[in-house]
């Protein structure tokens, strides 16, 4: 069942940890709903991102410590959880940060070369 | 480290499902409720909302759950977690079935583990020593492939093949000797090893208690030191850890006790092990200058090639020693394992051999049971399919049902195993197995039988799931349709039955040909009466040079007084034990022209022994208490020495002369004896052997360092002993008695051990076998009784006999039990020829042995069909056919 779609998580999986990684570094703790909402806003174009595929990167980065969820009262009342960056998960930020610029400029400069 | 926590926490998320399933229910009607209200906000009605925020949340709220549970563990495991939760309710909701299918796989995974246990402390692994698969011994084999020296060489040869070799890494030299042993309490005779000194660190085992001995030990001048065996420290010290440091007497000379060697070291079996370095120059008429020679092959040198290194010493020593080295001769180069092991590592494959049979049998069995079991499942699986189960899901489904039963039958398997190695180490026999050998359950025997457990869990578990997932659906989900799958798996089960049957004849044919052998050998006349007969050695120190006449003189009165004591008949003393004693020797006899190499055995004897043995004089007289005193050259003759030396003439009063008297301690200047007796023969070289010739003459003619004193008893001869012991320490304290048993014990261990060994073993097999089979027919034929009771109670209905119907389900049993029957038989007569070495006085294709096994199995067969058959005339038709 896994194999068969696992394809195309794998392919979003370092991408989407560290933009949820980076999301929580710059607004501080958020729960799912409230990431979500905010990737939506930043993307220039839709992002297509299936809001389900968030959980996974949600409860992955909580299993590597890299952030931490409580259950917490939103603004409105309701209960929601939240997931914050820990201190080993910003030192995960830095080193993410640095090999996507790396290979987003190989990436780049390959297609330069190219085209 | 991140990835390794990361690894751990979807691994126990596997098993922590519910709570975390919980949690993400909560966490996901949070956010639908958080987007609702975002939607609310806007304006919508809240049902309008709730579906809005629904579509919002993209791909649905189970793809989503579903992608967290991949991302938080491992999915296929936490299939095979529910798998297992099925399988441990489908299997709890059938608990007969599920417990004669543990129990059956029980006995095949326990019987396998016991073999191999034995096999494997016997015969791969016995030894406690350091690296002791590179162990060798070294011997000298002529042409004809005979051994005709060796392992024992004197001291230069022995130190040639040492310097000279470059295969071995290290060389023991080991002698082993009587010593006699004086203390406070008596005497005892004891077994001693002559050690290079080298020899503790060459076998790798520390002492228990104190140390072992070293160079400085054997250096000239040197304290006397011993070490002591384990096993003679509980018998001779109480086990008191006070021996280190005691003082024993070995041989006149005082040596220290300096350490204790731990349980299972038993180099050369010796009770104490003295340090002694190896030179040339010693004096080649002391017996410890001849030592075994024992190395350690270097790492990565095969046996070929030490072969060929020593050969090339040899060719150089053949030159120097041309009779020590006929034509032809050559050195071999035989592993320790196999040098003590030899022919029992035939039995022991023979009998892994039967046990793997058992073990099919038993997986054959298990899988007839699953078979049968899966047509009653045929709608559950056909449903599973039908809603989206691939095969291989099934199939796996399927094996973890299997698995779980090999999982119970490995566990009760176990303890059997655990109970069957403690009831076989009782019956295993003392020659043949190394004295360093525990039978035990140890780690590699678990992990034989987990692979066993394995193995049978594909064997016997992966055809009928195949099996039931190639079922098609409509087949399964139609009620009434059991048309041609339910013939097809018909037709496979009484394969099975086939195959059950035509094993485990093997099997009975085995153990029946190995039960004749016994009967035979147990119902050998030996040509005497071996009970209440005590046997012990009496010897004297041998640095005491006592007259003749004292000697004599002790003798006499050990036979009086030990002769008076009240249960005992009568007494004698022999050399040797009878009617097993007697030195070798060659054989005159004046004026009759014989062979050259003609020879008897020779038996220095007190008078009465042939009364006290139980023999019959059959012509002739006994020696009596006078010739004895006088030393009268005078013999009885055994009729095997008649036949052999004199055919129908008259040897009484003939001359006989027995070379080897002159080569005793103190010889005998003229062995020429006349003869007066003649005796009835026993069968003095064991049950399987002929009787060899045999001559009595007075011991007092030579007297040797020891002699054995045979008694008979009215009672059990062991309560005598002590008394025996005391008579005779009250007369010399000097004198050791030796190894006091009875005959009786002494055959029973030397002759029939083995094969009882063999019998027990696979005689417990054939049966287990035997009991499985006669299940898997009655499974079979109870279970096609069943699924034709619709035909049955139609035929009866319509006015079918009874006898009919029996016959019937008869015919049906018995084609598989017969085609069975053929093949085993078959397979059978080809595998008995294995067993031929472990057969006395009886053919592999012994007529009586194949009746027998297969009334036996037919037999069995008839009473496992009967019951069905029987259960299925008593079908009532309104009853079955209401049933439909």
New interface residues.
């Given amino acids: 069942?896994?194999s068969e779609d696992?394809g195309r998580?794998e392919l979003l999986q370092g991408t989407l940890d560290l933009i949820v990684l980076r999301a929580l570094a710059t607004m501080g703790p958020q729960?799912?709903?409230?990431l979500?909402?905010r990737l939506e806003q930043v993307a220039d174009h839709p992002f297509g991102?299936?809001?389900?595929?968030l959980?996974?990167?949600?409860?992955?980065l909580e299993?590597?410590?890299?952030t931490k969820g409580v259950w917490q009262r939103?603004e409105?009342g309701?209960?929601?959880?939240y997931y914050a960056i820990t201190r080993?998960g910003t030192r995960?930020l830095e080193k993410q940060t640095e090999r996507w610029r790396r290979l987003a400029g190989f990436v780049d400069k390959l297609l330069l070369d190219e085209g | 480290m991140s990835g390794l926590r990361h690894f751990w926490l979807r691994l126990l998320n596997v098993f922590r499902r519910d709570g975390a399933e919980r949690q993400l229910a909560k966490e996901i009607d949070a956010h639908l409720r958080l987007l609702q209200d975002d939607f609310e906000r806007r304006g919508m009605p809240p049902a309008e909302a709730r579906a809005a925020a629904r579509r919002a949340f993209g791909g649905g709220v189970e793809q989503a759950k579903e992608h967290q549970r991949d991302a938080r563990s491992f999915a296929w495991l936490e299939d095979l977690r529910r798998d297992i939760g099925y399988g441990v309710r489908t299997l709890a909701r059938t608990p007969g079935f599920t417990a004669v299918a543990v129990i059956t796989l029980a006995l095949g995974i326990g019987a396998s583990t016991v073999i191999y246990s034995v096999v494997r402390n016997v015969v791969l692994d016995p030894f406690p020593y350091a690296h002791s698969d590179r162990m060798v011994d070294i011997v000298v084999k002529d042409a004809s492939d005979r051994i005709i020296r060796g392992p024992y060489f004197s001291a230069p040869e022995f130190l040639d093949y040492q310097e000279q070799s470059h295969v071995f890494e290290d060389v023991v030299g080991t002698s082993v000797d009587v010593m006699h042993w004086s203390h406070d309490g008596g005497a005892d005779r004891v077994v001693i090893a002559w050690m290079t000194p080298n020899g503790f660190t060459f076998l790798g085992v520390p002492p228990m208690l104190g140390r072992v001995f070293g160079t400085a030990d054997a250096a000239a001048g040197a304290p006397p030191v011993a070490v002591l065996n384990n096993r003679s420290w509980i018998k001779f010290f109480g086990a008191d850890p006070s021996a280190v440091g005691r003082t024993v007497v070995l041989d006149g000379e005082a040596r220290t006790i300096v350490g204790i060697m731990p349980p299972r070291f038993e180099w050369n079996i010796a009770d104490f092990w003295l340090p002694a370095a190896l030179s040339r120059s010693d004096d080649p008429a002391l017996s410890r200058t001849s030592r075994a020679f024992q190395a350690r092959i270097k790492p990565g040198i095969d046996l070929k090639q030490a072969e060929a290194d020593l050969n090339i010493i040899a060719a150089r020593r053949a030159k120097e020693h041309p009779a020590d080295y006929p034509p032809h001769s050559r050195i071999e180069v035989i592993t320790v394992i196999d040098w003590v092991v030899r022919e029992f590592r035939g039995v022991l494959y023979t009998l892994f051999g039967a046990v793997s049979l058992l073990l099919l049998i038993a997986c054959c069995n298990v899988a007839n049971m699953l078979l049968a079991r899966a047509t009653t499942r045929e709608r559950e699986i056909s449903i599973r399919a039908a809603i989206g189960a691939t095969r291989g899901r099934i199939v796996r489904q399927l094996l973890v049902e299997s698995a779980l039963l090999a999982s119970g039958g490995l566990v009760v398997g176990c303890l059997l195993a655990y109970g069957g190695i403690a009831a076989l180490a009782d019956y295993m026999p003392r020659q043949g197995v190394p004295w360093e050998t525990q039978i035990r359950l140890d780690r590699p025997v678990l992990l034989f039988a987990l692979v066993a457990a394995a193995i049978a869990t594909i064997s016997f578990g992966l055809f009928p799931a195949v099996q039931s997932a190639r079922r098609d659906l409509v087949a399964g989900t139609n009620v009434a349709g059991r048309g041609s799958a339910g013939r097809r798996q018909t037709r496979m089960r009484s394969g099975l039955v086939v195959a059950q049957v035509a094993l485990s004849i093997v099997l009975l044919l085995g153990a029946g040909l190995l039960m004749r052998t016994f009967v035979k050998l147990t119902n050998v006349d030996l040509g005497f009466d071996s009970r209440n007969l005590l046997v012990a050695g009496l010897w004297f120190p041998a640095d005491r040079q006592d007259p003749r006449v004292d000697q004599l003189a002790f003798y006499r009165q050990v036979l009086d007084r030990v002769g008076a004591m009240p249960g005992v008949r009568s007494v004698a003393l022999s050399n040797g034990r009878p009617p097993f004693a007697g030195m070798g020797t060659e054989v005159k006899i004046s004026g009759l022209a014989i062979p050259d190499q003609s020879s008897a055995l020779v038996v220095l004897s007190s008078e009465r022994l042939i009364d006290t043995v139980g023999l019959a004089l059959t012509r002739g007289r006994q020696l009596t208490g006078l010739d004895i005193e006088q030393s009268h050259h005078v013999a009885q003759v055994n009729e095997a020495f008649v036949r052999k030396y004199f055919g129908s003439t008259d040897p009484i009063g003939r001359i006989v002369q027995l070379e080897r008297l002159k080569r005793l301690p103190v010889p005998v200047a003229d062995p020429t004896f006349e003869i007066v007796g003649v005796v009835r023969d026993t069968l003095n070289q064991g049950p399987r052997e002929l009787p060899a010739p045999q001559v009595f003459v007075p011991f007092s003619v030579g007297l040797p360092w020891g002699l054995t004193l045979t008694v008979r008893t009215t009672g059990d001869p062991l309560r005598i002993v002590d008394t025996v012991r005391r008579e005779v320490q009250g007369l010399d304290h000097q004198v050791a008695m030796v190894d006091p048993t009875t005959l009786d014990d002494l055959i029973q261990r030397v002759f029939f051990a083995r094969p009882r060994f063999s019998l027990l073993v696979l005689g417990i097999f054939a049966c287990t076998g035997i009991l499985l089979v006669a299940c898997g027919v009655y499974g079979v034929l109870a279970y096609t009784v069943s699924q034709q009771s619709r035909e049955i109670a139609i035929r009866m209905a319509l006015g079918g006999a009874r006898s009919d119907v029996i016959q019937m389900v008869l015919r049906l049993g018995f084609r598989s039990i017969g085609l069975g029957l053929a093949i085993g038989v078959a397979a059978g007569l080809a595998t008995n020829t294995l067993l031929v070495s472990q057969l006395w006085n009886i053919s592999p294709h012994d007529p009586v042995t194949l009746t027998a096994g297969v009334s036996i199995v037919l037999i069995v067969g008839m009473v496992a069909c009967w019951v069905p058959a029987r259960r299925a005339v008593r079908v009532e038709p309104i009853v079955a056919l209401r049933h439909e």
């Fill in positions: 069942m896994a696992s998580v729960h799912a709903y409230g979500a909402a991102l299936n809001q389900g595929t959980y996974a990167a949600l409860v992955r299993q590597k410590g890299w939103t409105s309701r209960e929601a959880k080993s995960a």
